[in-house]
């Protein structure tokens, strides 16, 4: 009776052929496509605006629309500096087989 909450659908195809890809050496992959994703959001708005000044730059991220990543398509909240509408997935084990249970809208 092990329950786990994810913010990536493991069983979508592409998502889980991008685990196989780093599956080896990540052990934790949706806190790597987080990482990933928010490094990305900041490359696309630094290229953007630039560095040299940081208001901009603290703007264009707030404003983030649409940007397609490894955990879904992002659209950052001006308001909470957290992206909208993210899903969420609840998970349990049959074994060590995870199997999905419910998706949440975020």
Request: one cysteine or more.
């Amino acid at each position: 009776n092990v329950y786990y909450i994810n913010n990536i659908n493991t069983e979508d195809p592409e998502t889980a052929s991008r685990i196989a890809e780093i599956e080896d050496t990540v052990s934790a992959p949706n806190k790597y496509f987080l990482g990933y994703d928010a490094v990305m959001v900041a490359k696309q708005c630094i290229e953007e605006v630039g560095l040299e000044d940081p208001a901009a730059l603290t703007d264009a991220i707030a404003n983030v629309k649409d940007f397609k990543g490894l955990t879904g398509t992002l659209t950052m909240s001006p308001e909470t500096h957290m992206p909208d509408g993210m899903g969420m997935f609840m998970y349990t084990y049959d074994n060590q087989t995870p199997v999905m249970l419910e998706e949440f809208a975020g």
